[in-house]
């Protein structure tokens, strides 16, 4: 039954959110989204709906999804062996069927169908599609902390370029590119990167208003043993000093460096949020105290406002 008091909370709340419509109407937001938000119809539905909602209001979406825990799975019934170095899967020819299965074959399409379902009007594409990504098999490099000399990470991608204009008049026609992050070389052969480095170099190609990593931990953490040490902002140079000191570790650390790789290429503001808080995604863009950590260039450029506790706009 409605009640004046509900009433009254849905206008207080339109009123709330009515200036950031207004900021961000017509402008690009890249949102990565791991894997695990796809493992059941529920938590991808609870998900897809903030973008619904987020479309329907004007502002211009680029979705790209991981599949880590899929693909992690699906190796694992098939007996393919899964090998992580800083947070970076190793993918041999076996894994990269795995991986093509599960991002093209699985989580795109389903993620096509529940939007389907929504009404979200969604295209899906890799980066193989029209060369939207190009890219070569990263060579061996060293890794820090890894004594066994240089590391193969085998069928990886290093991306090259973007044809961002692939996106742009898919975006144009108000539609919602949904993007599996596999793309090929030159030569043809399919290389797997990692969805946080795919979704850092279109937010960068779009001049994206927004990055925004959606992924299981709550933002970044000063300590990552401790939930609470959550840090409402932080910048490049906090970045690298939590890095230094530790507290970036596995998957963390290639979203550390997708971060950067977007800041450096242009996007003012890059947000790591959690998909365990009910609507997060909308808390973040249409609330000033956000839900996660916002992460600037230099945090000297935000306001003392800005600087408020929870801000993360």
Do not use: W
């Not at 039954?1 to 950031?20: F, G, Q, W």
């Not at 389903?110 to 379902?117: N, P």
């Not at 899906?124 to 820090?144: E, F, N």
């Not at 507290?247 to 365990?276: D, F, Q, T, Y």
Request: glycine share 10%; with cysteine; net charge negative.
């Amino acid at each position: 039954m409605e009640t004046a008091e509900n009433r009254d909370i849905v206008v207080a709340a339109l009123k709330h959110a009515a200036p950031y419509i207004r900021m961000f109407k017509h402008k690009t937001f890249v949102l990565k989204a791991g894997g695990e938000i796809f493992a059941s119809q529920e938590s991808t539905r609870d998900f897809l709906e903030q973008i619904s909602i987020l479309h329907e209001l004007g502002i211009r979406i680029v979705l790209v999804h991981g599949g880590g825990p899929q693909s992690t799975e699906l190796a694992t019934s098939l007996g393919v062996e899964t090998t992580f170095i800083e947070g970076r899967r190793v993918t041999n020819a076996e894994s990269l069927e795995v991986a093509t299965m599960v991002l093209n074959g699985q989580i795109n399409t389903r993620i096509l169908a529940a939007c389907r379902d929504i009404e979200i009007p969604a295209v899906g594409i890799s980066g193989v599609d029209a060369g939207l990504i190009r890219a070569s098999k990263r060579p061996p490099v060293d890794v820090y902390g890894h004594e066994a000399g240089p590391v193969d990470y085998g069928f990886v991608g290093d991306i090259e370029s973007v044809e961002a204009d692939v996106l742009r008049t898919q975006i144009a026609s108000g539609l919602v590119p949904v993007i599996s992050p596999l793309s090929a070389d030159e030569s043809g052969t399919v290389l797997n990167i990692n969805a946080d480095t795919v979704a850092a170099a279109l937010a960068a190609a779009l001049d994206a208003e927004k990055l925004i990593i959606v992924t299981g931990a709550p933002g970044i953490l000063e300590d990552r043993s401790d939930p609470a040490s959550l840090m409402s902002y932080i910048d490049l140079d906090g970045l690298e000093r939590l890095h230094k000191g530790g507290s970036l570790a596995e998957g963390m650390l290639p979203k550390a460096r997708a971060i950067e790789a977007a800041i450096r290429g242009g996007v003012k503001r890059v947000h790591v949020i959690s998909h365990n808080l009910a609507d997060s995604l909308l808390l973040e863009v249409f609330t000033n105290e956000g839900t996660g950590t916002l992460v600037v260039e230099n945090i000297g450029t935000l306001s003392p406002a800005e600087q408020a506790p929870g801000t993360a706009t």
